[in-house]
């Protein structure tokens, strides 16, 4: 398995010395042109027989996807990939001497944010000795396939964390292949990688329905919690991928992270427990290395779908902005902050601020909401609801297309309003040491006094924007109750904010600094607003339309 990875990476390298863009399947690597005119069509030929067909011995996918039992593979099909690489070596070092190339590796993934990735404890040796206990007895595990258990175990004591997970992740498929298989009864989607026939792995076993358009009764059976675990670690694009990208490897081995071993066999620990004898499973259960972990499985919720992704990006922000100098101007600047603060543009944004905010917070869920007085709400307390309203649940497993882009389009707006929150801190920081060091010509010391008090303006409005984001957020599964019509208006509303907050990224960045401008966009902004809120087309609103029907 390692050496079918650490090849597949190898020869795109190779391709890429005269291709342009690798091709992402194996297949479809070994049979183009340019590997051929490299090595020569008769090698290629022979890596197509080995690895990239399935009219061959398609060794890759038959071991990665977890069809092999470990007396499957004779060992001089291991000698015969070794000598094979050996060859390769030989041959390229040949063309790079002909062709007085240099071969450049593309640089390997390494895996970050772990304590995302972190939801269940190290995984200690009272956690191994339950798990091989429990590993002989579960029928999860087809007997076949046990000594690759036994070896994961091993290679965790050892270490070797990269190993441990590549034969836990090539299990895990193989088991959930078989129930997928016993729930659906379907025994035929059990077949091996044949030539003839479509086989069954991880992309069908997690997806909402079958082939032939039926409800897959998979994720039923195994309920949310560990179907949002397996989203989360194998197919959400902002999650580690780490079957993806072992299996292609694209990851640097000795530096394989324990965190993500340790959740998988955290994980594989209580989904084996289910298919044990109920009176054993419940005396493994109260061991207290097992329950803890029992208790953070059944409430697992995903990390790394947009949903998820968008509230942490809210909360950031919201968190940052709260850390603007909202302070008094230095003296020198009050005149010109003066002019600025009777700008009736200015005073037109403070009045608009207030009365959308007002009629979004008629909108926040009543066991959520904070204030009972909404006429009278002061500025510095409006973020507060934020952190409540992102404490709601909300369904992340298998959203339909259009909340998809419904969520893509709100995390750009929280990009950006992001992005102006760490320039606006940056720039202050900056202008503050030059007006203390006295430093600052005329014109930026009148600059410098607009930019306080712009900010205080853009404080609200970004708080504005993210309780927009917020509230849409936990409403965002009403989208289904919108037309075709109303569901475009919609889009073009969003786009309308987002680009605002482009805008706002442009004209308060260190290079423009027009805060003049920067009231102009924002009258325009909140009007649109306004309009459309008072069109009572937002989710908010339908949401309260739909339970307004439901009571009747």
Same mark, same amino acid.
């Given at each position: 398995?390692?050496?079918?990875?650490?090849?597949?990476?190898? $020869?795109?390298?190779?391709?890429?010395?005269?291709?342009?863009?690798?091709?992402? @399947? =194996?297949?479809?690597?070994?049979?183009?042109?340019?590997?051929?005119?490299?090595?020569?069509?008769?090698?290629?030929?022979?890596?197509?027989?080995?690895?990239?067909?399935?009219?061959?011995?398609?060794?890759?996918?038959?071991?990665?996807?977890?069809?092999?039992?470990?007396?499957?593979?004779?060992?001089?099909?291991?000698?015969?990939?070794?000598?094979?690489?050996?060859?390769?070596?030989? =041959?390229?070092?040949?063309?790079?001497?002909?062709?007085?190339?240099?071969?450049?590796?593309?640089?390997?993934?390494?895996?970050?944010?772990?304590?995302?990735?972190?939801?269940?404890?190290? #995984?200690?040796?009272?956690?191994?000795?339950?798990?091989? %206990? #429990?590993?002989?007895?579960?029928?999860?595990?087809?007997?076949?396939?046990?000594?690759?258990?036994?070896?994961?175990?091993? /290679?965790?004591?050892?270490?070797?964390?990269?190993?441990?997970?590549?034969?836990?992740?090539?299990?895990?498929?193989?088991?959930?292949?078989?129930?997928?298989?016993?729930?659906?009864?379907?025994?035929?989607?059990?077949?091996?990688?044949? &030539?003839?026939?479509?086989?069954?792995?991880?992309?069908?076993?997690?997806?909402?329905?079958?082939?032939?358009?039926?409800?897959?009764?998979?994720?039923?059976?195994?309920?949310?919690?560990?179907?949002?675990?397996?989203?989360?670690?194998?197919? *959400?694009?902002?999650?580690?991928?780490?079957?993806? *990208?072992?299996?292609?490897?694209?990851?640097?081995?000795?530096?394989?992270?324990? %965190?993500?071993?340790?959740?998988?066999?955290?994980?594989?620990?209580?989904?084996? =427990?289910?298919?044990?004898?109920?009176?054993?499973? &419940?005396?493994?259960? %109260?061991?207290? !290395?097992? /329950?803890?972990?029992?208790?953070?499985?059944?409430?697992?919720?995903?990390?790394?779908?947009?949903?998820?992704?968008?509230? /942490?990006? #809210?909360?950031?922000?919201?968190?940052?902005?709260?850390?603007?100098?909202?302070?008094?101007?230095?003296?020198? !600047?009050?005149?010109?902050?003066?002019?600025?603060?009777?700008?009736?543009?200015?005073?037109?944004?403070?009045?608009?601020?207030?009365?959308?905010?007002?009629?979004?917070?008629?909108?926040?869920?009543?066991?959520?909401?904070?204030?009972?007085?909404?006429?009278?709400?002061?500025?510095?307390?409006?973020?507060?609801?934020?952190?409540?309203?992102?404490?709601?649940?909300?369904?992340?497993?298998?959203?339909?297309?259009?909340?998809?882009?419904?969520?893509?389009?709100?995390?750009?707006?929280?990009?950006?309003?992001?992005?102006?929150?760490?320039?606006? !801190?940056?720039?202050?920081?900056?202008?503050?040491?030059?007006?203390?060091?006295?430093?600052?010509?005329?014109?930026?010391?009148?600059?410098?006094?607009?930019?306080?008090?712009?900010?205080?303006?853009?404080?609200?409005?970004?708080?504005?924007?993210? @309780? @927009?984001? !917020?509230?849409?957020?936990?409403?965002?599964?009403?989208?289904?109750?919108?037309?075709?019509? %109303?569901?475009?208006?919609? =889009?073009?509303?969003?786009? &309308?904010?987002?680009?605002?907050?482009?805008?706002?990224?442009? *004209?308060?960045?260190?290079?423009?600094?027009?805060?003049?401008?920067?009231?102009?966009?924002?009258?325009?902004?909140?009007? /649109?607003?306004?309009?459309?809120?008072?069109?009572?087309?937002? $989710?908010? *609103?339908?949401?309260?339309?739909?339970?307004?029907?439901?009571?009747?």
């Amino acid at each position: 398995m390692k050496l079918t990875a650490c090849l597949e990476r190898a $020869l795109g390298d190779v391709f890429l010395l005269i291709g342009k863009e690798c091709p992402f @399947l =194996l297949r479809d690597l070994l049979a183009s042109e340019e590997l051929a005119q490299i090595f020569g069509l008769s090698v290629t030929d022979v890596l197509r027989v080995f690895f990239g067909s399935p009219c061959g011995l398609n060794l890759r996918n038959v071991l990665w996807h977890g069809f092999a039992s470990p007396q499957e593979i004779p060992p001089k099909y291991c000698s015969m990939m070794v000598v094979l690489t050996a060859g390769l070596g030989q =041959l390229l070092k040949s063309y790079l001497q002909q062709t007085e190339s240099t071969l450049v590796p593309r640089p390997l993934i390494t895996l970050t944010d772990l304590e995302d990735l972190t939801v269940f404890p190290d #995984v200690t040796y009272e956690v191994l000795s339950v798990l091989e %206990e #429990v590993m002989k007895k579960s029928t999860f595990i087809l007997r076949i396939m046990l000594p690759y258990w036994e070896v994961a175990l091993i /290679k965790f004591k050892s270490h070797r964390f990269a190993d441990c997970a590549m034969l836990l992740l090539t299990q895990l498929e193989t088991g959930l292949r078989n129930l997928f298989a016993t729930v659906n009864k379907c025994p035929k989607r059990l077949l091996t990688a044949e &030539s003839t026939a479509l086989y069954t792995t991880f992309d069908e076993i997690l997806a909402k329905y079958l082939n032939d358009g039926e409800i897959n009764q998979l994720p039923v059976f195994l309920g949310e919690p560990a179907m949002e675990f397996l989203w989360d670690f194998l197919n *959400h694009q902002e999650g580690p991928r780490v079957r993806d *990208h072992l299996s292609h490897g694209e990851i640097n081995l000795p530096e394989f992270p324990k %965190e993500i071993t340790n959740q998988l066999l955290a994980f594989s620990t209580v989904l084996l =427990l289910r298919f044990v004898d109920e009176e054993l499973a &419940s005396v493994f259960k %109260e061991k207290a !290395a097992i /329950k803890p972990l029992v208790s953070l499985a059944e409430g697992y919720s995903a990390c790394f779908h947009p949903v998820s992704l968008l509230r /942490k990006q #809210v909360l950031s922000c919201e968190k940052s902005i709260g850390a603007w100098p909202l302070r008094p101007l230095p003296g020198e !600047a009050e005149g010109e902050a003066a002019r600025l603060e009777g700008n009736s543009e200015t005073n037109a944004c403070n009045s608009l601020i207030i009365k959308i905010m007002c009629e979004l917070y008629r909108h926040v869920p009543e066991s959520h909401c904070v204030f009972t007085d909404l006429d009278n709400i002061p500025v510095e307390k409006w973020p507060r609801p934020l952190r409540e309203l992102c404490g709601i649940r909300v369904p992340t497993l298998f959203c339909p297309r259009a909340v998809l882009e419904v969520l893509a389009l709100l995390q750009s707006i929280g990009r950006c309003c992001a992005h102006v929150s760490r320039q606006v !801190a940056a720039s202050w920081a900056r202008r503050r040491q030059q007006w203390a060091a006295k430093t600052l010509r005329s014109r930026q010391r009148q600059n410098y006094a607009r930019m306080l008090r712009g900010i205080e303006l853009l404080s609200p409005v970004l708080y504005l924007i993210l @309780l @927009l984001i !917020a509230l849409e957020l936990i409403n965002i599964h009403v989208l289904r109750g919108k037309n075709p019509c %109303e569901y475009q208006q919609y =889009l073009k509303f969003l786009k &309308s904010i987002l680009q605002y907050a482009e805008n706002l990224v442009a *004209h308060t960045s260190p290079e423009k600094n027009k805060w003049f401008e920067m009231i102009s966009l924002t009258h325009t902004a909140l009007l /649109k607003m306004w309009t459309f809120t008072e069109k009572k087309q937002m $989710l908010i *609103h339908l949401a309260k339309t739909s339970t307004s029907k439901a009571v009747l």
